[in-house]
C-alpha cells in the first residue's frame, strides 16, 4: 500500500486570542494550503480536531463553516473528538482518508478557543471527559496527576526535582518558539516553589489554558512527488484506550493505551524506540513525560527521570530531544490543536525548518493523550527527501 | 481493493428513554457484538456518532467509556460528529478504517439522548449547528425548511398534499417497526390540520425529539466469511459538503451535498439510481424527502412530488420504496443515531430480515443530511449472500 505524505503544516500563534475557534481554524486552515501549495479546491478531505467548541462557544457544525471559510466547498468535513488527543485522532483519521483511497488529499485542521472561559469554567469542560463516579467524589485530571505523580516518585525513589527539570527542559525550549504561549525560561527554584495544585505537582508542573489552532496537509506519496521533492511520511501510527476508570487500572505508572499504541506504531514502521530521533510527548502535567518515555520504551519503568536528570531528552545537548517545540508546557493546550502541533514540529523538525530548534533528525515520533490516558494516539514520522 | 462488509446490526427501541446516552450506545453496542458473534476483544476500532452528548449531559468522553462498558479496552475510540449526519459519518469513518488496512473488525455506535431536555432547550443545541449570521436572524432549521416548501411548492406547482403524504406514508411504514417511537398511522387531514410550525410546514412534516442508539459492525469481506455466509457489503460511498450559509446556494431546492455525495457514492459502486432497490432518506422535514429523491436522481428536479402522488415510494406496491423503517418521521431522530439507523434498517432489508416491512432489494441506499444539507453522506449497500 502506498505511504500517506504531509506536504505541508501550519501553526498560529498559541495563546489569549481574540478570535473564535473558526476565526483560528480559518487562519491555520488558510496558511496550510499556502504552505503545501494546494488550491483549496483540490482538498478533497477536511477534518477538523475539536474537542468542545459547542461547550466553549455554543457553536457547533465549525468543520462545515470551515469548509466554506476557506473556499474548500464540497470537500467533505467531519469533526473528530478524543478529547484532549483530538488532534492526534485527527492525524489517524486523515490517514485513514488518505490510505483508504477515499481522498487524494486531505486537510487536517485541529483548534480549541478556550481563554474566553474562567479557569473554573473551562476546567469544568475539561472534567467532562471523566468518569462521573471518580468526577463525582472531585478526582479531576490534576487529582490523578498528583495521585500519580506521588506514587511514582516514592515508589521509584525519584527526587521531586526531577519532575521540575521537565518543566524546565520545556519552557527553555519554547524560548525559541515564536508561536509559543509562553516564552520565557523558568528556573528550578520557581517550579519548586509556584502554588500547589494537586500535591505533590504545583503550578509550573501543569500547561496552561489556551487558544490555537494547527493543521497538516496528507496525501498520497504519488500526489505529495507532483507538488515538492521534500516531504515526510508517516510511517507508523495507531491509538488504543486503557479503562475509562483510571483507578481500575493494575498499575498507576503504565498507561495501556501509550503502551500499545506505541507498540503499534513501532510494528507498523519496523522502527523501534532506538530509531527515533526527536519525539513530541503530550506533557499536560510533567509526571506523564515521564510515563510516555517509560510506555513507548525510551526508558525502563521507574527510570525516566534519571534520563531527564541526565541531560538525555535536553534539545541541543541530548541524545533524545524530547519537546523541542515547548511541549505542551510552553506552547500551550488548546485541546484539539495539540496534537497536530506536535505532528507540526516534527514535520518542521524532519524537513529541516526548525530554526533555532533545529536537531538533526530523521525519523520523529508524537504521542498525544486523551484524558489521563483514556486514549492514546502514537504517530511515527519519516524524512522522505 | 478489499471490499468492506457489514457483518450485524442493532438498533435500542427509538423514542423518550430513561437512559443516558452512555447506556443507550452499550445497550446497542453489546447487541450488535450479538448479532455479528463478534467478541469484544476482537474489535480494534470503536467509532462512536454523537452530536452533542456535552451539551444535552454534560459528559464527554463518552466514547472511552463505552470502550469500557462493553469490554473492547484496548480498542481504539473516536467520536464522530458531523451534526445531524453524525451517524452517516461515522459509517464513512468506519469503512474508511477497515479499507484502509487499519482495523480489521470495527464497530460503529451511533446514540443521542434529548428527551430529558425541554423542545426548546434540544432545538437550541440544534440551532448551534448554522451559521451565526443566519441564526441571529432566526432562521433556524425548521424556518429553512418552511421557506424552501413554501418555494418548492409554488416553483413547481405541486399540491401542499404532497408534502403531507410523505409523512402518511412514513407513518405506516413505522406502525410495522417495534423499535419506532410513533407507531401510528396518521391520515392526510390529521397532517393538514395539525398546527403550524414553519408555514407552511405543520407539526406532522417533522420529525420528533429522541433517545435511541443503533451500531454496525464492519470488517474486510475476507474476515466477515470467517463469521457467516450472508452479509452485506458497502460497495459505494461518499460525503460532500454544501454552502454553510444557507441563503448563498444559488436553488434552494438544489442540495449540492446530496448530488455530490450521490454521484461519489454512485461511481464508486458502479451503480446508478435505477439500480436502487429501497432507499432511506433523511425526512427530518418532509420536503427534504422531495429534495433527495431529486439530489439523487429518483426524480427530474421538481418531480418528486409527482412520484410520491403515485404511489412510487410505497412500501408494499410502490418501485422504489423509500424509508421502510418509517423514516425519521416515525422512527424518531436521535441526532448520532439517525445515519446508522437507516443503515440497520437497509442491511436488515437486504438480509432479508425486515419482517413485516420486508421489500425485494439487493441493493439500497441510505442518504444522511447533516444540518440544512451542510454536509451529506450517501451509502449504497449490496447484499453479498
Known sequence: MERVAIIGSSMTQFGQRDAWVLDLLSEAGLECLEDAGVDASDVEHLYVSNMASGEFEGQTGVMNALAQDIDAVPAYTQRVDQTSSSG???IYAAWQSVASGASDMTMLVGGEKMTHKTTGEATDVIASL????????????????????RHYLERFDAPRESLAKVAVKNHKNGVDNPKAQFRKEVDLETVLESPIVADPLRLYDFCPITDGSAALMLCPESV??????????????????????????????????????????YEMSGRDPDDIDVAELHDMFTILEFLQMEGLGFAEQGEAWKLVEEGYTERDTGELPINTSGGLKSKGHPLGASGVAQAVEIYEQLMGEAGPRQVDADVGLTCNVGGFGNCVITTIMEAAQ
Open 130 to 149: 471523566t468518569h462521573p463516579a471518580e468526577y463525582k467524589h472531585g478526582v479531576t485530571l490534576p487529582s490523578f496527576a498528583g495521585l500519580t505523580a
Open 224 to 265: 505529495a512527488e507532483e507538488y515538492t521533492d521534500e516531504y515526510v511520511v508517516i510511517s507508523g501510527i495507531d491509538g488504543a484506550t486503557d479503562t475509562h476508570v483510571v483507578h481500575e487500572r493494575e498499575d498507576p505508572t503504565v498507561m495501556r493505551g501509550v503502551v500499545e499504541s506505541g507498540e503499534g506504531a
Open 88 to 90: 492526534g485522532a485527527g
